[in-house]
């Protein structure tokens, strides 16, 4: 089905054609990344992160009061699309509207780390995940981080349709998911592909997707997996993901909390926040693999990162 039939099908339902976007890290990066591909497509769009609501690309001032303009302007049809993103501890103090969202991307967890499992922000993450399921429309989409296994563990029973996704097709997740008739998302020799045990299709290769680092960072290959998958579950063509991600670039996006690479006078410069501090490992692991003798690392105090 086209983007249109999509949006037409959840309209008739009453439903406002917006999309979820949640997970400990990498959810801002998806969102931004679900809009270029929107934007592609020539879809007018709006976005909420945790610092902007965006309508049409321009930033707004103020949250609440954007935010129920865009929604408005989406159930008049004055706007394609809207992609929000979800944090944890809204989450699980706030709750979610049931079957509210045609579809919800769950980027990760814990990413399987064991001392992640026991700190407050990841428990609270883990008690949220049924009230996302239950928050998505019974004839909606999930889009789920297949690699994670908090994300993916079989206890999490639900009704909705759902999209696995992860770096390698023959990943326990995976694997099995495509053993039961689902879809998956995936690359293989750095192409990306979506399709289930039958087919598959081609959205492009990570080697040309410079907020990838040309693949070395491979959290932010699956970030692209994710939101390509979404899109492509949505209707947009492959060809159009391929042109969005290519063109890209995390320093022309307000995503100040996130990976981003800035060139400047021929030197790359990496900005990240590590929070959840865990999440730190693999872009540190990245940086070492780029150029291990022409590396400067410039660190803060750390004051907003808890010393366990």
Excluded at 88 to 113: D, F, H, K, Q
Excluded at 137 to 163: A, K, M, Q, Y
Excluded at 228 to 257: C, E, H, K, Y
Excluded at 273 to 290: A, K
Aim: contains cysteine; charged residues 25%.
């Amino acid at each position: 089905a086209s983007f249109a039939e999509w949006r037409d099908q959840f309209a008739q339902e009453g439903a406002l054609p917006v999309i979820g976007v949640t997970g400990s890290r990498g959810k801002t990066t998806v969102v931004r990344l679900l809009d270029a591909i929107f934007a592609e497509e020539g879809l007018r769009t709006a976005t909420r992160t945790n610092v902007s609501v965006e309508i049409r690309g321009e930033r707004q001032r103020g949250e609440i009061a954007p935010w129920t303009r865009a929604l408005g302007a989406a159930k008049h049809g004055e706007l394609d699309v809207a992609i929000e993103e979800l944090d944890w501890l809204t989450i699980s103090s706030m709750g979610l509207e049931r079957e509210s969202y045609p579809a919800i991307a769950i980027t990760n967890v814990c990413a399987n780390r064991d001392a992640c499992l026991i700190q407050g922000d990841s428990k609270r993450a883990i008690a949220s995940l049924p009230i996302v399921f239950e928050a998505v429309s019974s004839n909606g989409v999930v889009i789920l981080n297949g690699d994670d296994f908090e994300v993916s563990r079989e206890e999490l029973e639900h009704r909705r349709s759902t999209v696995f996704v992860g770096l390698n097709r023959e990943s326990p997740g995976l694997r099995d998911h495509l053993a039961r008739g689902g879809s998956v998302a995936w690359a293989e020799n750095g192409i990306l592909h979506i399709g289930d045990s039958a087919r598959s299709r081609e959205f492009g290769n990570v080697a040309d997707f410079g907020f990838t680092l040309s693949g070395k960072a491979g959290f932010q290959a699956h970030n692209a997996l994710t939101a390509g998958a979404l899109a492509a579950t949505l209707g947009i063509d492959p060809l159009v993901i391929q042109s969005a991600l290519r063109r890209f670039d995390t320093a022309g996006v307000w995503m100040p909390d996130s990976f981003q690479m800035v060139e400047i006078d021929g030197v790359s410069v990496v900005i990240d926040r590590p929070n959840p501090s865990w999440f730190l490992r693999p872009v540190l692991r990245t940086l070492r693999d780029l150029a291990p003798h022409r590396i400067i690392s410039v660190v803060g105090r750390l004051s907003g990162v808890p010393q366990s």
